[in-house]
């Protein structure tokens, strides 16, 4: 019986999910057994997640949102591969973009049940960032700079909504507000570009926002991240292109651009907003004009 440690984010899904939480824990009394530790702030699953590697558990379990997988793959990360933990995700978050977008059960007791059992395993790979001169942070997901981390900030501020009625109207409140289009030099694997950009999403899950499907060629197995580059246009086109993107069927219009890659460099002529799984790394106040990021293949053990 593998040993397990449940990092639960009690504040996931707007805090919905206390009564979640003592239902499943006392399915891991029946299965075996878990520690179950809870956070109580930004980045404590990090902490809590690279604790649990040094003290030998061989599963790791992210009991949240996208938020939650995010802080606790960057503790998972500072432990060493070969006793790196597997990770497990009980998804229960008001997004669940990654999980859904790679066909991971969204089922949080089933997802429980194979946190326990010896073999679904696969690995997946992890992207990172690294803003200005800043330590690299990793990501599971997505990563976007501009018009979709603006929504992530917009999405922040609203309380009466969850799911992907939350994000469609930051979508809406978005397009309404902002609408900046940096310059941006770009070098993707050695290729240079020289471009405004209303939105860049580079993805290793292929969704965002509840259901955007934004880098719909992704794979979380390849050793590559896809990127989707979208060109200024008008509002009128920017309400257009929202159901293609929720199809993900946005690559047929000659204003969006779509590739792989293993590494980019990016610098933009002002600051810029950038998110990652859902959480803004950078607002206009950090005044971050310059990013780099890449793929490490293979990095993490995926309970499947």
């Known amino acids: 019986m593998p040993k397990v440690r449940v990092i639960f984010n009690p504040r996931a899904n707007r805090g919905r999910n206390a009564e979640i939480a003592y239902e499943l824990k006392q399915l891991t009394d029946q299965l075996g057994g878990a ?69 991971v059960t969204a089922q949080a007791v089933e997802a429980l049940r194979l946190a326990f059992q010896e073999d679904h395993l696969r690995a997946i790979d992890i992207a990172y960032t690294r803003l200005g001169t800043k330590p690299r942070r990793y990501w599971v997901n997505a990563l976007g700079i501009g018009f979709d981390a603006a929504v992530t900030l917009q999405s922040q501020r609203i309380n009466s909504l969850r799911g992907f009625g939350m994000y469609f109207l930051a979508v809406i409140r978005t397009i309404i507000e902002n609408y900046e289009a940096p310059m941006m030099y770009i070098d993707i694997d050695g290729m240079t570009l020289t471009h405004p950009v209303q939105m860049l999403t580079v993805g290793n899950g292929t969704r965002e926002g509840g259901g955007f499907i934004t880098t719909p060629e992704s794979k979380v197995d390849d050793g590559w991240l896809n990127y989707t580059l979208f060109s200024p246009v008008s509002r009128p086109m920017m309400i257009r292109l929202i159901p293609e993107v929720m199809r993900g069927t946005h690559g047929r219009f000659h204003q969006v651009r779509m590739g792989t890659l293993r590494s980019m460099r990016l610098r933009a002529d002002r600051a810029l907003l950038v998110h990652t799984d859902g959480e803004m790394v950078a607002t206009y106040a950090d005044n971050v004009c310059d990013l780099e990021l890449g793929v490490v293949p293979g990095a993490i053990q995926l309970i499947n």
């Open 35 to 103: 520690d179950w530790v809870m956070t109580d702030s930004p980045g404590h699953a990090t902490q809590l997640a690279a604790e649990a590697g040094q003290l030998g558990y061989e599963r790791v379990v992210a009991m949240g949102g996208d938020g939650t997988v995010h802080e606790v793959v960057n503790g998972l990360m500072q432990i060493d591969a070969p006793v790196r933990p597997a990770l497990g995700i009980l998804p229960v978050g008001s997004g669940n973009d990654f999980v859904r977008g790679i066909g």
